[in-house]
């Protein structure tokens, strides 16, 4: 029998999700059961104002959102849809005039180099470990926080317009909230706010000291809500009624929600151009000691759950490498036959340090490298070493992670979720579970990242009870068990770090 509850879970209902990512904007309408009504997507143009320079115009992204939603919205009855998440490309950052609503400055976008001077320049001041600490974030240009002070110290006259309370600043979220509301909200949720290095994790407020030391007024700050809260209404012209914001993440956050990663231990691993993998580790912020994030999984109730996080710079861009660089094959669907027909004796290992290697290594200066060739090796083995290369730096994250929980009394991931382009590979996902040792597990519904901001924006309206009304929502699609032994593995992952040591700079 149903409680009460639970029949409110209702079909006709419709959860719209907007989901403004990195190069595109997108909204989806859901059902409750995660199957997709409708999406529209429009590109986003990205601009190289200098070397290591990233803008995207924050005008651009505002109209683009009007536009999907818009397009997904043409023919609904907007009393069918419930509410409306946002999940958004983190850390980018829009400081804007509360007035008018104009945007002083292009945005400036999470890749971004430009303040690696100040960073470098708080580290020396000894900073590094107060971040840390704090925010769970390493001193990086990444994050918001220097941004909004290059926008403060460089756009004439903002500073002492923000001084007087004139400008809002905002990651993508909050911009969005600002207009869609009509200027009347200006928040943020607690996994974004996570992201700025401005907002201490531990006491889940804006940090005085933080504020301090990058010279930001407090009054340019959103105020933090729940992931799952009401953020307003949208202004009627919008959209031909007014419609309820109702849940917010960043785009990593909503993957591990829209993956149900809902108690600690369940982990999950976005394959894209990148790889983001995210664990979570119960209520109590986990300090890496292996140069893992720190970071807010999610805030419902008033009380945050919090993640540990690692990312791999070269997942699908090794395969785009292959592509286009090396012109293996036309399309990356190819590299699955390839793999299937490599030697697998071959030992070819191939080790993507294109940009340097992320964590656990983290040297900038390390570049990439072919090994163990022999005249036998051809473009199969080498596609195959690419996918695996994947596998074998997810190994790196889960070991990393493990570590780090191990410290803390928590055991480590006993599975791991997958999604991203890089999934619809099913060699891929096999080899996966073989390197990493653990099953892993591919959904039905692989837009995880729009669907875990569907499912906030539900939970805010009542659509589901709660988190485990959604979490029934999660359906496997295909479940890879590992098929080598521990040892095979070992002896496998161990070629890998011999390698990786081979390419590191100080070696
Ligand atoms: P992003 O959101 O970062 O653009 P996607 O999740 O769309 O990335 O995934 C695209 C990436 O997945 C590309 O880098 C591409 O090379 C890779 N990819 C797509 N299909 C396959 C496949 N069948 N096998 C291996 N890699 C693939």
């Known amino acids: 029998m149903l409680t009460a509850a639970e029949q409110r879970i209702d079909v006709s209902q419709f959860i719209l999700a907007i989901d403004q990512g990195t190069t595109s904007t997108r909204a989806i309408l859901f059902r409750p059961d995660g199957s997709i009504v409708r999406s529209a997507a429009l590109p986003l143009a990205q601009h190289y104002p200098a070397d290591g320079w990233v803008e995207h115009d924050a005008e651009e992204i505002w109209q683009a959102t009007l536009g999907v939603v818009r397009e997904v919205l043409a023919g609904t009855a907007l009393g069918d849809v419930a509410a409306i998440g946002i999940t958004n490309q ?14 002083l400055h292009r945005a400036i976008v999470w890749q971004d180099r430009r303040t690696a001077d100040l960073c470098a320049k708080l580290a020396a001041a000894g900073l590094g470990p107060m971040v840390q600490s704090r925010t769970g974030l390493l001193l990086d240009p990444y994050f918001s926080g220097t941004k909004l002070a290059w926008l403060l110290d460089h756009v004439p006259g903002a500073r002492a317009r923000a001084e007087k309370g004139e400008l809002a600043f905002g990651t993508i979220d909050s911009w969005l909230i600002f207009k869609l509301t009509g200027g009347k909200v200006h928040a943020t ?19 005085g000291e933080l504020l301090k030391a990058l010279n930001v007024p407090a009054s340019v700050l959103p105020e933090v809500r729940d ?25 990593q956050q909503a993957a591990a929600l829209g993956q149900a990663c809902l108690a600690p231990g369940l982990m999950k691993a976005t394959y894209g151009t990148g790889c983001f ?22 805030r419902l109730g008033g009380e945050s759950t919090y993640a540990l996080e690692g990312s791999i710079f070269m997942a699908g861009a090794t395969i785009q490498w292959l592509r286009d660089g090396l012109k293996l094959f036309a399309n990356a669907s190819e590299s699955e036959a390839m793999a299937k027909k490599a030697d697998p004796r071959s030992g070819v290992i191939l080790v993507p340090a294109f940009v340097g290697l992320g964590a656990p290594y983290w ?6 490298a072919i090994m163990g060739l022999t005249r036998d090796s ?3 083995e080498i596609v195959r070493a690419g996918l695996e290369s994947v596998a074998f730096q997810t190994r790196d994250l889960i070991e990393a992670m493990a570590a ?17 382009g890089m999934v619809a590979n099913a060699w891929f996902c096999q080899t996966l579970a073989d390197l990493i040792g653990l099953a892993v597990e591919r959904p039905f519904v692989t837009e995880t990242t729009s669907f875990g901001a569907a499912a906030l924006a539900g939970l805010s309206s009542g659509v589901f009870a709660s988190p485990d009304a959604f979490a029934k929502s999660w359906r496997l699609e295909r479940r890879f068990e590992p098929t080598i032994n521990a040892s095979q593995r070992d002896e496998r992952y161990a070629r890998w770090k011999d390698a990786v040591r081979r390419v590191m700079s100080a070696s």
């Not at 949720?189 to 940090?207: E, F, H």
């Not at 993998?277 to 999610?298: D, I």
Request: hydrophobic share 40%; proline share 5%.
């Open 363 to 368: 040297d900038p200066h390390a570049r990439g």
């Open 90 to 103: 983190r850390e980018t950052s829009v400081l804007w005039d509360r007035k008018t609503g104009a945007p």
């Open 227 to 251: 992931s799952a809260a009401d953020f307003g209404m949208t202004e009627a012209k919008h959209f031909g009624a007014p419609l309820r914001i109702g849940g917010v993440a960043g785009d």
């Open 378 to 380: 051809g473009p199969n």
């Open 189 to 207: 949720d607690a996994t974004n706010a996570s992201r700025t290095m401005l907002y201490n994790i531990v006491t889940g407020a804006w940090d």
């Open 277 to 298: 993998a995210l664990t979570n580790v119960g209520r109590k912020a986990v300090q890496s000691q292996n140069r893992l994030l720190g970071t807010v999984a999610y």
């Open 404 to 420: 780090d929980m191990k410290a803390a009394g928590l055991s480590a991931p006993a599975a791991l979720r997958i999604d991203g």
